[in-house]
């Protein structure tokens, strides 16, 4: 074999190898736009599917009756709580003295 026919056997197989690179990057990018479409639209699915459980189960009759039981359980704990506590601080005999200065003296400065 002489060099030069060598030499062309290269190139003619070299052009042909960047042809079939080229046509599968090509083939690549395109399958690639596609399914980078077909994920976002799965993922919006996804999020709007849940959006919509959410709100299904956020509603839900017994869960609801639950919610506004426990609210209304909390707000009596915080009320009884709160009343027993006043309770002690004004029988605490330095906080009644304390009452009686502060309203002594705000009648003073008012007179």
């Known amino acids: 074999m002489k060099e030069g026919e060598l ?4 190139l003619k197989h070299l052009v042909i ?3 079939w690179a080229s046509i599968f990057l090509i083939v690549v990018f395109i399958v690639a736009v596609g399914i980078k479409q077909q994920v976002k639209e ?5 999020t709007m599917q849940t959006i919509a459980q959410s709100a299904d189960f956020a509603f839900h009759p017994q869960l ?10 909390g707000i009596e704990f ?5 009343r027993t506590e006043t309770k002690l601080l ?3 005999p330095q906080v ?6 502060i309203v002594g003296s705000s009648v003073r400065q008012k007179q």
């Open 7 to 10: 030499g062309e056997i290269f």
């Open 64 to 73: 609801v009756k639950a919610v506004k039981q426990n609210i209304k359980e």
């Open 96 to 101: 009644k003295k304390d009452l009686k200065e």
């Open 17 to 19: 190898a960047v042809t």
């Open 78 to 82: 915080v009320g009884k709580t709160a």
């Open 42 to 46: 799965g993922i919006q699915y996804a």
């Open 90 to 92: 004004l029988h605490d």
